[in-house]
Nanobody
Framework: QVQLVESGGGLVQAGGSLRLSCAASGRTFRSWTMAWFRQAPGNQREFVAAINWSGGATFYADSVKGRFTISGDSAENTVYLQMNSLKPEDTALYYC?????????????????WGQGTQVTVSS
């Protein structure tokens, strides 16, 4: 059974940094795509970043390009999201997701497994 557990969220001032972690277990994820999505109150869930472990390709939402970096340790089955220059609009519940499909990594419907989320709050 696949399990995803996020950690690393918290409260930070604008301009600060946080690093989120997602520990995956339950199978080998060697060729999977792992991603981060977020959802703020009253908003729809939105794509943040993704990484494909087989080729190492990464994908980012325009709103976080240049500020966020996704990386992964396939040996540890852990995915990270380094978030720098945080803005109040980055405040949201951040979810880790996993997909075995070779399809659009930015589409949440392609992800079968989701974590419980970790809260990120950026104060102005």
């Amino acid at each position: 059974q696949v399990q995803l557990v996020e950690s690393g969220g918290g409260l930070v001032q604008a301009g600060g940094s946080l690093r989120l972690s997602c520990a995956a277990s339950g199978r080998t994820f060697r060729s999977w795509t792992m991603a981060w999505f977020r959802q703020a109150p009253g908003n729809q869930r939105e794509f943040v970043a993704a990484i494909n472990w087989s080729g190492g390709a990464t994908f980012y939402a325009d709103s976080v390009k240049g500020r966020f970096t996704i990386s992964g340790d396939s040996a540890e089955n852990t995915v990270y999201l380094q978030m720098n220059s945080l803005k109040p609009e980055d405040t949201a519940l951040y979810y880790c997701a996993a997909s075995w499909l070779e399809s659009d990594p930015m589409d949440g419907y392609n992800y079968a497994y989701w974590g419980q989320g970790t809260q990120v709050t950026v104060s102005s």
